[in-house]
């Protein structure tokens, strides 16, 4: 296999793969063992007999070519097609063999299996008061474009963080339902900034439902960039600059359909969030070898700095037994408590009011649109745009352009 070629048939074709180098075996003693498919002590089972003698069996054809395709994980093209079943057994092999530590080859890797697999690599992902894996993690986080809840609170996100890309991306406008983004220190300038391209592209976060931004100096004005979600179900704003009235009760009525709840809701309680499927182990695995503080060779001056002045096993053993940010007291907590849900069908709740919207809105806010237009015709008679323009120019506002003319 040193010098020979390699050909893949795949679909009916066959092609020529090169520039492939096969994984090394583990060291043995043996010098002669140096080629991947001569056999070696992993290719065998070793038991004992009931006299007590030593006795072993080989692996079977399947397990040794198991394990020689998760030493070589990195050289596969795709494994869509391939049943979950052997998807699972690939994907626990690769995990033993530690191949998800290593930061050259697990991005790959993990897009390889999330692209197959999707929720069942991993469907629910909780980073709360992590933030130091979310930091040293975020290419391999990137690739879980199936998550239906993120948790991401007290990850010190702040307002110009790179993951507002990838939450507002098209791989998870379709899967994620619950976001926590909550004690951020996220002002009106980040929420305006996350929702922007959702707000001028009209896509991304298509099913979102439940949504809390609690603890972050956030005020009314920023209830506006959430008209674009469509299907949000449940708002926490508890611990924000918002305060609880008749005036604020209104406004988020009007502009997101939604009501004060008197109980605490459910969906907001911490405790009924976890991290689940297969690379759930691999997430635990990523926490653990960080607290062993290992050497990385790449690191960007903030962050250099930083560990340079505090030490690093300090900083991360200081942050990984940090308590989560909430209230002091429980009488605070209801004090501060501002959760929001939609009412029940049979409620009567005056029509949501979007300044953008999307292609599956019914009706009637079609309808505010082409009346928002005619207004807009008759105050300001000199503008003449087609009428695609002026739904887009209705959309955004004197700040949404200026953000847009930044980038």
């Not at 140096?34 to 080989?58: D, W």
Request: aromatic share 8%.
């Amino acid at each position: 296999m040193d010098n020979s070629i390699i050909y893949v048939r795949e679909r009916g074709n066959l092609r020529r793969v090169s520039d492939i180098v096969l994984a090394q075996p583990k060291i043995v003693s043996s010098c002669r063992r140096t080629n991947p498919f001569v056999l070696r002590k992993e290719h065998f089972i070793f038991t004992y007999n009931a006299e007590g003698s030593l006795r072993y069996t080989t692996k079977s054809l399947f397990d040794i070519t198991l394990l020689f395709v998760a030493d070589n994980i990195h050289h596969v093209d795709s494994l869509v097609g391939f049943p979950e079943q052997i998807g699972d057994r690939l994907f626990a092999a690769a995990e033993e063999n530690r191949v998800f530590l290593n930061t050259n080859i697990s991005p790959k890797a993990l897009q390889l299996f999330s692209d197959a697999y999707g929720e069942m690599v991993l469907g629910s992902l909780c980073l709360r008061n992590r933030f130091p894996l979310l930091h040293e993690r975020m290419d391999e986080i990137k690739t879980f474009h199936s998550l239906k809840s993120l948790d991401l609170f007290g990850c010190r996100l702040g307002d110009e963080h790179e993951i507002f890309l990838h939450l507002t991306s098209s791989s998870l406008a379709s899967s994620l339902i619950q976001l926590s983004i909550g004690g951020n220190c996220l002002s009106d300038v980040g929420l305006q900034r996350l929702t922007a391209p959702i707000r001028m592209m009209r896509k991304g976060l298509d099913c979102l439902q439940f949504l809390d931004v609690s603890y972050n100096p956030i005020s009314e004005r920023a209830l506006r960039y959430l008209t674009c979600f469509p299907k949000l179900e449940k708002l926490d704003a508890s611990g924000t600059d918002l305060k609880l009235g008749t005036r604020l009760k209104t406004t988020i009525r009007d502009l997101l359909g939604l009501i004060y709840s008197e109980k605490a809701l459910d969906t907001f309680d911490h405790s009924g969030c976890k991290t689940e499927g297969w690379a759930e182990q691999v997430v635990n695995q990523w926490e653990t070898n960080g607290s062993q503080v290992p050497k990385q060779k790449k690191m960007d001056e903030s962050r250099t700095s930083a560990l340079r002045f505090f030490g690093r096993q300090k900083f991360v053993r200081e942050v990984l037994n940090a308590a989560p940010l909430v209230c002091q007291s429980e009488e605070e907590a209801k004090k501060e408590r501002l959760h929001f849900c939609r009412p029940a069908a049979n409620g009567h709740i005056p029509e949501r009011q979007t300044p953008a919207t999307t292609n599956h809105q019914a009706k009637p806010s079609w309808h505010n649109i082409k009346k928002r237009q005619r207004q807009t015709e008759s105050s300001d008679s000199s503008r003449q745009s087609p009428p695609t323009k002026r739904v887009s120019s209705s959309a955004l506002s004197a700040e949404d352009i200026d953000l847009l003319n930044s980038y």
